[in-house]
């Protein structure tokens, strides 16, 4: 495995799996990711309309624990999804998959997304992550989990039916996150004026929890009547509006440099080159937002491929690890209980901004400890392997000398794993 191969299999990958065939010409295998329809395939796939079920039935018959839905299918789902992740063949577009739903975070701190966020991911994010930006958008705003998750399914129009009959009000959580976390952001020079505006447009855009199928409804006595003006730019009345306002947002040249910044940050540094951020932007401004040219774009940046200019995440150690030691099948590792106990629980972040994306927020003592607990625990359950062959196979010319000595040298096999997991090298991307 020569230097170009192996950063493509930790920078834009997600690590070798011990059963993925190190490939050739390393560009055309990430580009021939980006084409054709998603390829992940699932052990289990609740739609959306099957968590809302679950969710209703939870809530209105308040069954005892063992009769409850919404956790067995969170937990199946939770599995299959991370499992996806773990054995999957074109880890770059999954690498793109988790990148753009942590862009357009859904958390599971508000209690109506647990049973559709692994929907969120599929219906929403993966259909679009080779398409365009604007199409991705609209999904998203529309799906229930970020509806529910930034309160919007309640928001009225003070001025509308339901608002002089019922005096509910506007809610702005919605229309504030997307324009300054998923489109503009705050370098986009909107108002607070443009922020109510906005969130006008988005009125009625609300869930259908009880007439099958559950799911997105568009509920016009909730809606603020009459046209908005938004970022200078004036939007029809009615569901249109909203879904103009957000063509417009998808096109507007301060989200294409956002969007393009942390693409880079994400691929190729935590401080992104400047260069590489305008060569990104352009062509999302030339394609009208084409997520797969981008993505097929940051692999011919030149900085992309120098070495050791990331951080593993604890969610990508986590894949890592486990795409890149054979455990046996009895003693594979929990990832949703790892990912939980590395502080990056999943689907879990704090805050609608999503996870960081710099190694000084996840490069604390306590939690590089974290991880060196982590990899001596898992050691253990590894069973009979060569540390120094696994970590050859996984880096490559990646490893150091002085590191590969170190685990030739180790006391026993489990301190040769822990050091290899544990290492300056396996830690980066």
């Known amino acids: 495995m020569d230097m170009h191969t192996a950063q493509a299999l930790v920078r834009f990958g997600l690590g070798r799996s011990g059963d993925q065939a190190v490939p050739g010409d390393v560009s055309a295998w990430l580009t021939r990711q980006l084409a054709g329809p998603d390829p992940a395939r699932f052990s289990f796939a609740p739609s959306t309309a099957d968590g809302l079920a679950a969710l209703r039935f939870d809530r209105e018959n308040k069954p005892p624990p063992e009769e409850r839905q919404v956790g067995p ?8 999804t991370l499992a996806q992740a773990v054995s999957t063949q074109a880890p770059f577009r999954e690498r793109l998959v988790w990148f753009w739903t942590n862009h357009f975070t ?14 969120f991911m599929r219906e929403a994010i993966r259909p679009y992550v080779n398409g365009k930006f ?9 799906h229930p989990a970020m509806l529910l998750y930034l309160d919007n399914a309640q928001s ?3 001025n509308s039916v339901a608002g ?10 919605l229309a504030r996150e997307c324009l300054e976390l998923h489109t503009v952001s705050v370098a986009g020079g909107y108002t607070q004026a443009d922020v109510t505006a906005f ?9 259908e929890m009880k007439n099958p199928p559950p799911g997105f409804m568009f509920r016009p006595n909730a809606h603020e009547p009459g046209p908005k003006t938004v970022m200078g730019h004036g939007f029809p009345p009615g569901e249109e509006g909203g879904v ?3 063509a417009f947002l998808a096109q507007h040249p301060a989200t294409h440099r956002f969007l393009a910044t942390k693409l880079v940050r994400h691929f190729v540094a935590d401080d992104p080159p400047a260069d590489a951020v305008r060569k990104i932007e352009g062509v999302l401004r030339d394609t009208r937002g084409d997520l797969g040219a981008a993505s097929a774009a940051l692999v011919a940046l030149p900085a992309a491929w120098q070495p050791e200019t990331k951080l593993r995440s604890p969610q990508d150690f986590v894949f890592a690890t486990m795409r890149g030691v054979p455990f046996p099948a009895d003693k594979q590792p929990d990832p949703v209980g790892a990912l939980g106990a590395l502080g990056q629980p999943l689907w879990n972040a704090p805050l609608p901004n999503g996870w960081p994306d710099r190694a000084n927020d996840w490069a604390g003592p306590e939690a590089l400890l974290r991880r060196v607990d982590w990899s001596w625990a898992l050691a253990g359950r590894a069973g009979d392997v060569d540390a120094a062959e696994l970590a050859e196979a996984n880096l490559g010319p990646l490893l150091k000398p002085a590191t590969q000595d170190a685990i030739r040298r180790a006391g026993s096999r489990r301190e040769a794993l822990t050091l290899f997991l544990a290492s300056p090298e396996f830690q980066r991307r």
Do not use: Y
Request: proline fraction near 2%.
């Open 106 to 119: 859904v958390s599971l701190r508000q209690g109506g997304v647990r049973p559709i966020a692994g929907a």
């Open 73 to 80: 299918l969170f937990k199946a789902d939770a599995a299959a």
């Open 244 to 246: 103009m306002a957000l």
């Open 164 to 173: 002089m009959r019922q005096h509910r009000g506007l809610n702005e959580n």
């Open 199 to 207: 969130a006008n447009i988005l009125t009625g855009w609300s869930v």
């Open 156 to 158: 009225v129009g003070a």
């Open 134 to 142: 604007g199409d991705m958008l609209l999904a998203v705003m529309r």
